[in-house]
């Protein structure tokens, strides 16, 4: 895989020009917009509008420094013929995505995790069966995931002590899926944790905090592309799905489609919740909004 230390030198692409002067700075002409735009959106779903040009070409010359490549245009050659393509698209995803997140950063959503949804879910599973799955999609670098595993170990496993917890973070990002796998974890990560979670489910070492390993063990993390519908399916039966501040990036066409999957991959009565700043509205009318103390979800029903 690429990494930031090892420059590539490709071969075998014809005419491609290399040797480029790391003080210039590209520009992205309009037709290479649209066409940068398409094929990320093919890609991904992610559209950039507009008024998102700027960065989309601040991000895309980091790669194109990266690989000593000498235009947008033969970039997009590289990513569409060169043997490593695949390889760089993960390089490209991280490029491209932004990965802002820290422990408990939607409190209220996790309160009503551990208040309503989950004590209403288990009453009414037949025969007492007690499996619970919950989906973090778009998990970035497992925040949210092991947020989520230690309110329900602090706050459901005593109560429901036979109960079997699946916990799935998903990303489009390699790397931030490697950190999540790690659960080593900066400062600026549990700057919102409260202090019985720090002290009890964190080692601190240096400046570094390590994830207590039961709560790791209750999470597992995996690539996963939520525009990609046949590996969406692999996320079918889920309780309670996050996703939040991911429908941002996505025009109107792919809101609805990854809206659907995921309502797909839910269980009847199954919970969505997405973003303070995101909606539902004009995306689908299958969710039943459902208000909670804070904070609204959407319940399948």
Known sequence: MLNSTATLRPSGLGNLN??????????????????????????????FQDNKKYLLESRLQKRIKHLNIDSFENYLHFLKTHPTREEEKKQLYEAITI???????????????????????????????????????????????YSIAMMLNELILPKYPNLKVEIIGTDINYAVIDTANKGV?????????????????????????????????????????????????????????????VLIYFNQESKIKVVDQLYNNLNQNGYLFIGYSETLHGISKAFKLVSFPKTIGYKKG
Do not use: H
């Open 99 to 145: 990965n802002e997140t820290y422990f408990f950063r939607n409190q209220p959503q996790l309160d009503a995790l551990v208040a309503s949804i989950v004590p209403d879910l288990l009453s009414n599973r037949p025969g007492g069966f007690q499996k619970l799955k919950i989906w973090s999609a778009a998990s970035s670098s497992g925040e949210e995931a």
């Open 18 to 47: 290399f040797g480029l002067n790391s003080s210039q700075e590209q520009k992205l002409t309009p037709q290479a917009f649209e066409q940068w735009r398409g094929f990320i959106y093919e890609l991904c779903g992610i559209y």
């Open 185 to 245: 974890f900066k400062e600026y990560s549990i700057r919102n944790t409260p202090p019985i979670y720090l002290k009890k489910y964190f080692e601190k070492e240096g400046n570094t905090y390590i994830i207590d390993p039961k709560i790791k063990s209750m999470v597992s993390f995996k690539y996963l592309n939520l525009y990609d519908a046949n590996a969406m399916r692999m996320m079918s039966k889920s309780d309670v799905i996050f996703c939040a501040n």
